[in-house]
DNA sequence: AAACTAAGTTTCACATACTGGAACCACTAG
DNA sequence: CTAGTGGTTCCAGTATGTGAAACTTAGTTT
């Protein structure tokens, strides 16, 4: 809904291009006819047409010979379950984050950063009983989002800098910072203060405090989110529930290095 | 626990290759080292490591250099996703699953099939709140467990003998159907009655009914078990529950049709 | 410190297997 | 019957992926 086209980077190899039809067909968000990824143009036919086989044939697609169309395979579904399981800090800071959401009653959202775009991994509506997975995995900009600057403004240098050219800057509301410079300013301010506003900037009415998730070596694991509207709240009271979110990050974090956990979105450079 | 080597089908191509060492990766459970999956035997090292490195490269593995380890990625997160929503049946089950549970107090299982193998994409325990993702994604093997035989006992002919091919017919217990033969007498026994048992053939104690969820031309879309123990209740007793398992599915597989609903696991025939 | 070993990375000559234009088929509509 | 749309197959050319082997790092041992 807000996510530009995939931005997808220089595709390497056959795998690559693989790959990035299988984000077409999932994006899609339905079955998707052959000819409709065709019109995409980003493959020619007789190339797109053996990727979506191969696909297929592995059980990354799948293929209904009725409706003569595609969707995301049952093998899809059984990575996602161990990928869910190990990659994410969800499983880990479930207990954490219910703990958080019944304490202040907002909506709380615990994300991390894939491809320099914000990954809603969980979430915790303010009332309504947790409904998990079903409302994990929307992927957002993080140039506008308290989650997303969170991040940004404790990445590294040149992490930071890869993260940069994946945004595209589209200005959702007048609050919207709408360009490097000016998010490069702000992500300076979130790092000395330790945590992130978002005062409209991606939807009217809703505001938002938010904090990184921080191995001890400072690196970025997520963050946390509590979000509100105008007309229930201010900034001001959101800012007081800094301690808290603080508190439940270090205990996220804490027990994700304690564990296992891998550095994401960190490849090999060259 | 159950499942055998991923039995992969003829690897085609390279992508082929890629996809199998992420399902290396992913059913290992932690973080891997190159050396430990060098270790299987499957690839020689340098290509192992070029087919590491892309995945790494589009964000499908995740690489932590402090520990030296390979895990899922993002992007396969995100990839996650769309495919649970959108293929498999969980999402429209969901509510009918709660209903079922509820009124019949013993776990439930959704079932779909992948490859000939059983996937769970969905459970309710007895008593437990609905743990949901962190259960499902399990694979089991079809050809002794409830949901796997009343599955098979559906399919057309082609769609079975491929099914087969990729049983690897392991006694668990006496009960175990151990071999084709055996296993098709049973298959047509169920089609004959319209639901399935599993009489300890998996594990000892355990007993379930299992019916079939059908699309309008008979086409299989998954399964539903009520599982319990020996201890606790009889195979009569358990097959009492038939009329209800049987409208909830009814119930699915009306919703699935009615929205949209791909098939899965038939590839095109070549 | 030199001599091993294990783990990971890079090279390179070779051929596999990917590419994509174009031709082909199967329908449906005009 | 002719045109058109949507999908599948061919095939020569070559880009790409292959994997044995050589090479770097660490980490141990003598």
Redesign the pocket.
């Known amino acids: 809904m807000d996510i530009a086209p995939p931005a997808t980077g220089a595709a ?6 693989a790959l990035d039809v299988l984000d077409m067909v999932a994006l899609h968000g339905r079955p998707v ?4 990824l ?1 019109a995409e143009g980003r ?5 797109l ?6 696909l297929t044939n592995q059980g990354m697609l799948a293929y209904d010979p009725e409706r ?2 595609y969707a995301p395979g049952m093998r899809l579904v059984r990575l996602a379950h161990s990928a869910w399981r190990q990659s994410s800090l969800a499983p880990v800071a479930r207990p954490h984050l219910d703990a958080l959401a019944a304490l202040v009653g907002e909506t709380v959202h615990l994300a991390q950063l894939d491809t320099g775009q914000v990954l809603y991994v969980d979430k915790r509506n303010a009332r309504q009983p947790v409904e998990m997975f079903s409302q994990a995995g929307k992927v957002g900009p993080a140039y506008c989002t308290g989650v997303g600057k969170a991040m940004l403004a404790f990445l590294d240098e040149s992490e930071l800098a890869r993260a940069l050219t994946r945004q595209s800057f589209h200005r959702f509301t007048q609050h919207t910072l709408a360009s490097p410079a000016e998010l490069t300013t702000e992500l300076t301010a979130i790092r000395a203060r330790g945590h992130a506003f978002d005062r409209e900037e991606h939807e009217p009415g809703i505001i938002c405090v938010a904090l990184p998730i921080l191995t001890q070596g400072n690196r970025v694991l997520g963050a946390l989110s509590v979000t509100s509207t105008t007309e229930r709240t201010s900034l001001t009271s959101l800012e007081a529930l800094v301690p808290k979110i603080k508190e439940t990050a270090a205990r996220i974090a804490a027990e994700a290095e304690s564990w296992r956990f891998p550095e994401q979105d960190t490849k ?1 450079g ?1």
Chains 1, 2 share one sequence.
């Not at 390497?12 to 291009?17: E, H, L, P, R």
């Not at 493959?43 to 190339?47: E, G, N």
Request: glycine content about 12%; proline content about 4%.
């Open positions: 390497d190899g056959t795998v690559g291009k006819r052959f000819s409709e065709l493959f020619p036919k007789a190339t047409y053996r990727l979506l086989q191969t003569q169309s090999g060259r």
